[in-house]
């Protein structure tokens, strides 16, 4: 089975670890990489580039407009609907879910054949899960609202590591979205009114850092209760 990764960069040149992108690229040469530029105005662009050389498995997507996380993430995934592949995820450039993890749980979900398979950062005894405290509740009490209006009934929507069956893409992206920090909740809404008999899961993260230098500002933790409502304009309450 084919697999495909996507990771969006936006002025990420001074947190890529090159070496490091290197070695995962030359360790998984089964999964194709797809760096996403989305409009970066430092030399993000030109860093991937240099990354891709000499390597068959990685392919740069330069979008010359920034589009924000979720539409280039959007964009990218319609774009391979025709693909040979069989599996797309996404995943964050800093890696603070390490990529052995989106590995892991691709491996699960290509035995199971789910349709979307997602990490979950779940603080258990012994596992290494390392958030903001602040980040973490104010998380707890949007995600708690959510399901009260959609019942999606999933702990972490917010996790940067999703799997997709390319066969679900159709449904889950063809439409822009209505929000831009909240498109996770958008794609599972989506995909649960699409299906009778939804094929998913949630897969609890063995490891997981915060990394500074994350684009989330405080204007758009206070924008979060308007998005709220915006998808309930959208979609409807889950009756």
Known sequence: MKSACLIPCYNESARLDISRYKKLISQYKEINFYLLNDGSTDNTAERLVELSKGHDNVFVEDYK?????????????????????????????DFATPFEEFDRLLQITKQYQYDIIFGSRVKLKGWQIERNPIRHWFSRIVLTIVDSLFRLEIYDTQCGCKIFKRSVITDCFTD??????????????????STKSANIMEMPLVKWKEIKGSKLKLSDFLQVPLN??????????WN
């Not at 407009?65 to 450039?93: C, F, H, P, Q, T």
């Not at 822009?176 to 958008?186: A, C, N, P, Q, R």
């Open 65 to 93: 407009v920034n589009k924000g996380k979720a539409e280039v993430i959007r964009a990218s995934m319609l774009s391979l609907i025709n693909s040979e592949y069989d599996y797309i995820g996404y995943l964050d450039a």
């Open 176 to 193: 822009s979205f209505v929000t831009k920090w909240l498109f996770d909740i958008e794609v599972f809404i989506r995909y649960t009114r």
């Open 228 to 237: 709220i409502l915006q998808l309930v304009r959208r979609y409807g309450r």
